[in-house]
């Protein structure tokens, strides 16, 4: 197979070109069995598809649970041959978390420190290859940030550090703090935001590579029937037939075009589709075709 890892930035850590989303795994969608999650993980990395993307809430704060005793399945040996992300510094209000009575972002250390504990505990490993704030919170404070960054890196216990959906502005101000090796961001023609909103190009400036959530544009692509996404799914059908493909290979090909390096996490939970995403990583998309679909996203021509 063809995806090989690569560095997301000069000092950062090597990831697949394609990252699977967990997002769904669990009960926020496919509520799959740790049988079929295991079998999910085993496909992923037959694909090449080494690097798992997780944040705490997800699925309620219950998916990386599963997916740890997914993964135990494999034995300790697969440790090794596989990336983990996970993401902390959102509190949601639920049965689960009886103390938090009005959702809200947490930057403290305090929050980070118990954060990445439970991650260990539920991903059933001693480091996380990458650990990223999940928001910016207006409230953060870089040295608070910094120091529980530093140690959590001299316990061994997460290697690299990030964030996701943050403003350049937000992004600068944490990086005079802490190294920091990627921003992960929505970006898909209908929200080609993070092109043109200063983050790409700090991105590229830095020398580090964006992780992009939904490079689909979320099941909206695929569900949608307003006139935005009916005009963008002829223009992708209509190109994905020029090249011979499928029109997931198409977006995710725009997804990658970009000089940055994007990867794509991917929202999928499904084996063919997943297939289907690594020829991808084989497609350079024509420059004109590029535009036309960011015409199509945009619902209008460049100036
Ligand atoms: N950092 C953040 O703030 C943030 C936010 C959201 C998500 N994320 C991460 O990004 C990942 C991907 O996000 P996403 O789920 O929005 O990505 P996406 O890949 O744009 O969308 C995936 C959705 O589209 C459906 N889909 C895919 N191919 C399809 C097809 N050919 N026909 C019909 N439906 C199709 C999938 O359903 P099936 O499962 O049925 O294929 C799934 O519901 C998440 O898992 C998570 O790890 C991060």
């Known amino acids: 197979m063809n995806a090989t890892n690569s560095p997301l930035s000069p000092n950062g850590p090597q990831l697949s070109e394609l990252v699977a989303g967990t997002m769904?795994?669990?009960e926020w969608g496919a509520n799959y069995s740790t049988a079929e999650q295991a079998d999910l993980i085993g496909h992923c990395l037959e694909l090449g598809i080494t690097t798992f993307d997780h944040a705490d809430i997800y699925g309620d704060y219950s998916t990386e649970e599963g997916f740890g005793r997914a993964l135990d399945q494999h034995g300790?040996?697969?440790r090794a041959q596989l990336q983990l992300v996970t993401k902390c510094g959102i509190q949601l209000e639920t049965s689960r978390r009886p103390d938090t009575y009005v959702k809200h972002y947490n930057s403290s250390h305090a929050h980070i420190m118990a954060s990445a504990e439970r991650s260990l505990t539920n991903l059933r490993t001693d480091y996380l290859d990458l650990l990223l704030l999940h928001r910016p919170d207006p409230l953060m404070e870089v040295d608070e940030i910094a120091r529980a960054f530093t140690e959590l890196r001299n316990a061994g216990k997460v290697r690299h550090f990030g964030v996701s959906n943050f403003t350049p502005g937000q992004f600068a101000l944490l990086a005079d703090g802490v190294?920091?090796?990627?921003?992960?961001?929505?970006?898909?023609?209908?929200?080609?935001d993070p092109l043109f909103?200063?983050?790409?190009?700090?991105?590229?400036?830095?020398?580090?590579r964006p992780m992009v959530w939904s490079p689909l544009g979320g099941s909206d692509y695929f569900k949608g029937d307003g006139t935005a996404v009916l005009r963008l799914r002829a223009k992708v059908q209509e190109i994905a037939g020029a090249y011979g493909v499928e029109e997931d290979v198409v977006?995710?090909?725009?997804?990658?075009r970009h000089p940055t390096g994007p990867l794509p996490v991917l929202g999928t939970t499904k084996k063919e589709r997943l297939n289907r995403s690594v020829r991808a990583l084989d497609l350079q998309l024509e420059r004109q075709h590029w535009f036309e679909i960011l015409e199509a996203g945009r619902g209008y021509e460049v100036a």
């Not at 190294?179 to 080609?192: A, D, G, K, R």
Request: charged share 20%; hydrophobic share 30%; with cysteine.
């Open 24 to 26: 769904t795994w669990g």
């Open 76 to 78: 300790t040996g697969v």
């Open 179 to 192: 190294e920091l090796v990627t921003n992960q961001v929505e970006c898909h023609p209908m929200h080609p």
């Open 251 to 256: 977006l995710l090909a725009w997804c990658r």
């Open 197 to 208: 909103d200063g983050t790409y190009d700090q991105c590229q400036r830095r020398g580090i």
